[in-house]
């Protein structure tokens, strides 16, 4: 890989970001969130600290194309939106008493899937036999959505938290919750969900000691990553020490950067390859789900089929999607799609900063958070959240306006 050319990237991403923080005065705009993960990960993946293929000309093009087509839908709904949110109009009362429903809901969830888990292969199973667990680990069918609730309530404490000061007393036992949900499942982005969508909800108006939250909350989620990586044995640095070329001092981040940064050259493997066309399959797979329940509808593979870089990844970005589904197409119109739904609820969050309206404007700054690993844009469980956001967030609108009304 090229040092100049890392370097001259991180360079540009730094000026980019800065511009967008000119244009629209927020700490975790989506376009500011998309530019600096993007931007971040190809300039690290350009400095020859892992020995990966390079990324071919076809996944520079993809890259590139895919971050012009999401700048364009941001702007076509956020332009010309004001530049100074307004306060946030939160109602502390009508909050606590939705995360007083949502606890018990939360709660039940995790218990069911716990009782679950138990009765499918125990959970001892967890300490002996870790890599079996991961294995035989999944959702409760329907009631998994219960369990899901934990996942918004620790943004709806966060959001509490940074507008009051303090947490009420019931609301430990949320968390609670939600970490024994986060411990229960075998895949890490759970815990990554909670918690980056808890800062970028509560940070999105408090910009005080923001780095100092993000370095806590960077060390937080980069032990637990590689805690958890070593308890099921999802660790590249044994196998590939000889191309791993991080200082001794940084060895420990050798997995969190390689997961960060392989997609990016996979990408490009995928890109020089031709699409196998799926029509809509991936990126609307929620509703292929619900659709096939009626009828016979094969569903596309949820995830992704191997390639070495010359480590083994199944990660290809966000844009693994789009492509398998509308080729070079897809890769222009999905992340435009995107920075358009991102964007308008971005507006949305300004002109009524609500509960609903900041929590699904956060949910979708971590889908770009995480659109350098994998799309969550048409993951269903991502399609669930933002429903309740969106319904809490019209139910708040219709409220106020209804009280206004009276006055």
Known sequence: MDVMTGITILIVTGLLIKLTDHEFRQPYHPLKLYLAIWGLGLGLASLPLVDYTPITSAGWIAASLGAIAFSGGILTTSWGCPRQPSDLTIDTQLLSRILVYSTVVGCLGTVLQAMFLERSFGLDVYLTDPVEARRLHTHIPIWGYLDLVNTVNVAAVALYWQKTGRPRLFMWLTLASATASALLTTDRTRFFLMLIWAELVAGSRNPRRRYLRIGIVAVILIGYFSVIGDHY?????????????????????????????????????????PSTMLMGKSSFAPIVHVASAVWDIEQAPLVGEFTYVPMEVNTYTYLRQFYADFGWLGIVLGPYLCGLFCGWTEVKRRNNPTVGWSLLAALMGYCCVISTFENLFIQEAIWFLAVICAALGFYEQRRYSRESSIE
Do not use: W
């Open 233 to 273: 044995e999802r660790s590249y640095l044994e196998r590939f020490q000889h191309i791993i070329h991080l200082p001794k001092p940084l060895k420990i981040l050798a997995d969190p950067y390689i997961y960060y940064t392989s997609s990016f050259t996979a990408m490009g493997q995928l890109v020089d390859q």
